[in-house]
């Protein structure tokens, strides 16, 4: 009988220290901290060169449903440039995932295609690269990393955005396509 009542009072004091510690993680934890914005439409432009206009439409729908979002606008522009616009705005980590998207899209055939395609983003809205900076977001040439973007800011900073992470982080290498640029002139 004393076993059993000294093995219910350990069981409880285990469980009651598991809550308390996993409180107490909540409490501290970066995740609880983290303030997902909103950043507005017109605050960037995402564009690419590769896709025909009714492949985007299909892959960006996937993409809406994948992220539980709208679906954006996509308009052709001149030398077949697309523009993927969501005029009400979207989540930082959503506008790097869909510059990611048009390199890696689900279900579509990549063979025999040249694809360009990258974010115009506004001063002050990407976490990590100064407030006073816009800056190109894309995927480099060759790339073997499927969970990161890069970004160039208007000084010629070079940013990495690993999906894992809550911000951009400075690095040496830009690998910025020289075409990139050429999307939003």
Do not use: C
């Amino acid at each position: 009988m004393i076993s059993v009542i000294l093995a219910i009072l350990v069981g409880g004091l285990f469980l009651g220290g598991a809550l308390m510690a996993g409180d107490a993680l909540k409490r501290h934890s970066p995740a609880r901290n983290l303030e997902v914005r909103l950043i507005e439409g017109d605050q960037f432009t995402i564009r690419v060169r590769g896709w025909a206009g009714h492949e985007l439409r299909t892959m960006f729908a996937d993409f809406a449903a994948m992220y539980d979002i709208e679906e954006p606008q996509v308009v052709e522009g001149p030398g077949r440039i697309f523009s993927i616009d969501w005029p009400d705005g979207l989540e930082e980590p959503h506008i790097l995932f869909a510059v990611n998207y048009l390199y890696y899209p689900r279900d579509f055939d990549l063979d025999s295609r040249s694809i360009l395609g990258a974010a115009r983003v506004r001063p002050g809205n990407l976490t990590g690269i100064a407030d006073d900076q816009s800056a190109l977001v894309f995927v480099p040439e060759n790339d073997t990393h499927f969970d990161r973007v890069h970004a160039v800011d208007d000084a010629g900073q070079a940013y990495l955005g690993d999906f894992g992470s809550t911000s951009f982080v400075p690095i040496d290498d830009a690998r910025l396509p020289r075409e990139v640029p050429k999307l939003f002139t």
